[in-house]
């Protein structure tokens, strides 16, 4: 019975983290924000509603287990790709942002390293 309820628990948060990304998706104003915040909460909330499941279905746990640590290890690499494809293409940043870092140690290249050999 506990198992159930904590496994609806989870699929509720997860359901409410999915839903706030789809509406960050919507709302931000720049690629490298919408990613951001569509990887953040889509990660969380896909592994919570997986989880869930397998709570809810113990005899699915392990297979739930190892699709959420998938999740865990590919969503975020796969969007500091799409990021840094982005930026290397040339997407401008939003009005509002003040620094870019990124581009900042694109220009200093290997000099420093070299210099503190």
Same mark, same amino acid.
């Given at each position: 019975m506990i198992y159930r309820i904590l496994g609806e628990v989870l699929i509720f948060v997860g359901a409410v983290f999915l839903f706030l990304a789809g509406v960050g998706i919507i709302r931000m104003p720049d690629v490298y924000n919408r990613m951001q915040a569509g990887t953040k909460a889509t990660t969380l909330g896909a592994i919570s509603v997986i989880m869930g499941v397998g709570i809810y279905h113990p005899q699915w746990f392990f297979k739930t287990a190892i699709i959420s640590l998938?999740?865990?290890?590919?969503?975020?690499?796969?969007?500091?790709? %799409? $990021? *840094?494809? @982005?930026?290397?293409?040339?997407?401008? %940043? $939003? *009005?509002? @942002?003040?620094?870019?870092?990124?581009?900042?140690?694109?220009?200093?290249?290997?000099?420093?390293?070299?210099?503190?050999?």
């Open positions: 998938f999740i865990l290890l590919t969503n975020p690499v796969s969007s500091h790709s %799409l $990021a *840094r494809a @982005s930026h290397n293409c040339g997407v401008p %940043l $939003a *009005r509002g @942002s003040v620094i870019d870092r990124y581009a900042e140690d694109k220009g200093k290249g290997c000099k420093e390293e070299e210099n503190d050999s």
